[in-house]
T-cell receptor, first 115, second 110 residues
Framework: GAVVSQHPSRVICKSGTSVKIECRSLDFQATTMFWYRQFPKKSLMLMATSNEGSKATYEQGVEKDKFLINHASLTLSTLTVTSAHPEDSSFYIC???????????FGSGTRLTVV | LAKTTQPISMDSYEGQEVNITCSHNNIATNDYITWYQQFPSQGPRFIIQGYKTKVTNEVASLFIPADRKSSTLSLPRVSLSDTAVYYCLVGGYNNNDMRFGAGTRLTVKP
């Protein structure tokens, strides 16, 4: 089946630094990718939707200058958390839509801790 | 996207059948219903998808009444490892609106 690889699985960074999270579709071309963040015992909150080669569409309340999303190819999307602060600590999850059958596959998530 | 409503939590015991119902009163004609399972610190995992009537795969069944305003995920003979959060999403094949509801936290007890 479709596989989405998300790296890193865990990252600890200092306040003020930037962190990049990668999301790759390994065996299919992802026409659309989604980024979520999830706080403990809460549901997934959609942050943005990105289509290959175009700018991401951010959800209301998500700072596009802070959470930079790049979807440069049909198999790779990246989320960069810029100037991270402790309140950005969360679980970030990506999802990719298979262009062949419109199925959605999720990555394993990235635990970001900002100290 | 059709908003979904699920019970916040459910408890069950090993070996029992568990049915989780999701309400989606304003589902559109071309919307499908998809259920996902999520374990702590993992991404959601696809369980089953359907449009109407009944769908069954190796892990679950999905029952959808004729009016499609609700759906029921049925997990036969649950085990401790089925303890997880279950989400139902409603959307069309061409619908990129992938917003999650609150989900149902299922706890399976020995």
């Amino acid at each position: 089946g479709a596989v989405v690889s998300q790296h890193p699985s865990r990252v600890i960074c200092k306040s003020g630094t930037s962190v990049k999270i990668e999301c790759r579709s390994l065996d299919f071309q992802a026409t659309t990718m989604f980024w979520y963040r999830q706080f403990p015992k809460k549901s997934l909150m959609l942050m943005a939707t990105s289509n290959e080669g175009s700018k991401a569409t951010y959800e209301q309340g998500v700072e596009k200058d802070k959470f930079l999303i790049n979807h440069a190819s049909l198999t790779l999307s990246t989320l960069t958390v810029t100037s991270a602060h402790p309140e950005d600590s969360s679980f970030y999850i990506c999802s990719a839509r298979d262009g062949r059958d419109y199925g959605y596959t999720f990555g394993s998530g990235t635990r970001l801790t900002v100290v | 996207l059709a908003k979904t409503t699920q019970p916040i939590s459910m408890d069950s015991y090993e070996g029992q059948e568990v049915n989780i119902t999701c309400s989606h009163n304003n589902i559109a004609t071309n919307d499908y219903i998809t259920w996902y399972q999520q374990f702590p610190s993992q991404g959601p995992r696809f369980i089953i998808q359907g449009y109407k009537t009944k769908v069954t795969n190796e892990v679950a069944s999905l029952f959808i009444p004729a009016d499609r305003k609700s759906s029921t995920l049925s997990l036969p003979r649950v085990s401790l490892s089925d303890t997880a959060v279950y989400y139902c999403l409603v959307g069309g094949y061409n619908n990129n609106d992938m917003r999650f509801g609150a989900g149902t936290r299922l706890t399976v007890k020995p």
